[in-house]
Every structure is written in structure tokens, then in C-alpha cells.
């Protein structure tokens, strides 16, 4: 594990999402695609998801992110743990890789194996 790396809020509007994020906490996005935004805030990563298939805006309708190096090996120990499957683990553009898992207690873990965010 590399420690805590991302929330990602979902949002039905993504430009005017992105504007506002960009402008509350006066940073440029450093990933700004079609399929997501992310900016770099304070050594974490703010992202934006407009893929409301999985969720959607509002209480609920984030996620944080756990940095690791590699996905597959982690996602695989987590559910031989008993942690179910709430999303695959997938790719999800410029070499990212994303998967959500509930703990035991119903809890979500998401997981993010991130090529452009330094590992320190």
C-alpha cells in the first residue's frame, strides 16, 4: 500500500464541475479527458468522474482511493480477505487502473494503481 492517493466525487456535469473545482482550490486540472478530470491538491489527487453508472452525485457519491504500485496482486489478497466486489479492477484511460471493494462491514475500498501520480 502506498497510502491514501485520491477521492473521486462523481458529478452529472463535468465541464461545469471541472470549472468550479478548478477555481475553489485555484489549481489547473493536470488529467482533463472526456472520462475524467484530476488535479493534484495538496500532495492528493481530486478527481472527477462523470460515470454515473456506478453512482451518482451527492452523499454516497464518492470514493477514496488507496495508492498501489501494482492493482491485480492487492485487489486478489483483499478478496481472498472477503472483501466483495463492488467494481472490477479496470483500466480507465492513460494507463490508470481503478477498482471498489466492500470490506467485511460493508465498507467501500477503492484502489488505484496511478502511473502520473508521483510515489513517494
Known amino acids: 500500500m502506498l497510502g491514501l492517493r485520491t477521492v473521486i466525487y462523481r458529478v452529472s456535469d463535468l465541464d461545469q464541475a471541472k470549472t468550479w473545482y478548478a477555481s475553489a482550490f485555484e489549481v489547473a486540472p493536470y488529467f482533463d479527458e472526456a472520462f475524467y478530470v484530476g488535479f493534484h491538491v495538496g500532495g492528493y489527487e481530486l478527481g472527477l468522474d ?6 451518482s452525485p451527492g ?62
Open 50 to 55: 462523470p460515470d454515473l453508472t456506478e453512482g
Open 59 to 120: 452523499p454516497g457519491g464518492s470514493t477514496a482511493y488507496w495508492g498501489v504500485a501494482a492493482i491485480e496482486p492487492v485487489f486478489d489478497r483483499f478478496v481472498r480477505l472477503g472483501a466483495t466486489v463492488v467494481v472490477p479492477v479496470k483500466e480507465v484511460g492513460g494507463g490508470i487502473k481503478v477498482a471498489t471493494l466492500a470490506d467485511p462491514f460493508g465498507n467501500e475500498i477503492g484502489l488505484i494503481e496511478n502511473p502520473h501520480f508521483p510515489i513517494t
